[in-house]
């Protein structure tokens, strides 16, 4: 996997934006595979946690906007588990939200091209503060990709595998 050369410190001062009224936005961007690998995992982590409690403190007040990968590009197979765990866990938080009525970060997978082997837009937090993106331009770029028909798929509930040990789909509940 790459190193996406993140700045931790940057993205780490964004996520704690959100907690301000004054930012009513935020598109989040983390399409690199490096996410997946061992040392991005804490920051991964964080962001989640960030994520999820700005969202259940501000409520309607607040619009999240995340792009991941759909699907893993060719080669990163060892990445596979981290990907699925990922992509699972945000689809149980935005579950959990929606229970609870509270409005949950849209998740839009990206689709790759069978030709593309990384993502068209940088990985990115930027958000909408008093009114001006952080950065206009990269937030502009990732507001194209998820409003342009076919390039992403929305992550759902229904992506979860609800069928495993005692679920519905386990003869062993109806003994």
């Known amino acids: 996997m790459t190193d996406p050369g993140i700045d931790m410190a940057a993205w ?11 930012v009513t936005a ?5 399409c690199d595979p490096a996410w997946l690998g061992p040392g991005l995992l ?8 960030a994520v999820v409690k700005a969202q259940l403190r501000r409520g309607a007040d607040l619009t999240v906007d995340r792009v991941v990968l759909h699907s893993l590009p060719v080669g990163f197979a060892a990445a596979a588990r981290a ?3 990922w992509q699972l866990r945000m689809s149980a938080t935005g ?11 849209r998740v839009h997978r990206l689709i790759l ?4 082997s990384s993502a068209p837009i940088p990985d990115m937090v930027e958000v ?13 770029l990732a507001l194209d ?4 028909a076919g390039a992403t798929t929305p992550l759902t509930g229904y992506d979860m595998d609800l069928g495993g040990p005692f679920g519905d789909a386990d003869p062993s509940i109806y003994m």
Not at 42 to 49: C, S
């Open 12 to 22: 780490r001062e964004r996520i704690a934006a959100l907690e301000s009224e004054a």
């Open 26 to 30: 935020a598109v989040i961007v983390q």
């Open 42 to 49: 804490g920051l991964r982590n964080e962001i989640e946690q």
């Open 83 to 85: 990907f699925d765990e």
């Open 95 to 105: 579950l959990l939200l929606c229970a609870d009525d509270r409005p949950a970060p």
């Open 113 to 116: 091209g069978g030709d593309q």
């Open 128 to 140: 909408l503060d008093n009114g001006d993106w952080t950065d206009h331009q990269r937030a502009g």
């Open 145 to 148: 990709i998820i409003h342009t």
